[in-house]
């Protein structure tokens, strides 16, 4: 199980910017695809993004052409690039495994935007 910590979220304007990070306490297996979820009020939680080496998929279609998920492995560290962001990205946002599956859930980061 990957310990996570996700930080970076807060309220910005509708076309606005923010860099979530997601900060591991140790090495991630350079096999585990990681991802970034959001789950917004009354919806369901859904993968936006997921990482597996220098590979990458956005899931959600909503978010691509505008979100970018990246990794430093020096740092334990995954990102998730917003821009553009619009009121519909409001949510909570986390950081997790892809595969293998996710077995526990931290706090998140919450997204709002809002003008």
């Known amino acids: 199980q990957v310990q996570v910590e996700e930080s970076g979220g807060g309220l910005v304007q509708p076309g606005g910017s923010l860099r979530l990070s997601c900060v591991a306490s140790?090495?991630?297996?350079?096999?585990?695809?990681m991802g970034w979820y959001r789950q917004a009020p009354g919806k369901q939680r859904e993968l936006v993004a997921r990482?597996?080496?220098?590979?990458?998929?956005n899931d959600a279609d909503s978010v691509k052409g505008r979100f970018t998920i990246s990794r430093n492995n020096g740092k334990n560290t995954r990102y998730l690039q917003m821009n553009s962001l619009q009121p519909e990205d409001t949510a909570v946002y986390y950081c997790?495994?892809?595969?293998?599956?996710?077995?526990?859930w931290g706090q998140g980061t919450q997204v709002t935007v809002a003008s």
């Open positions: 990482i597996i080496g220098d590979f990458t998929t």
């Open positions: 997790n495994t892809v595969l293998p599956s996710p077995r526990s």
């Open positions: 140790g090495s991630i297996p350079s096999f585990y695809t």
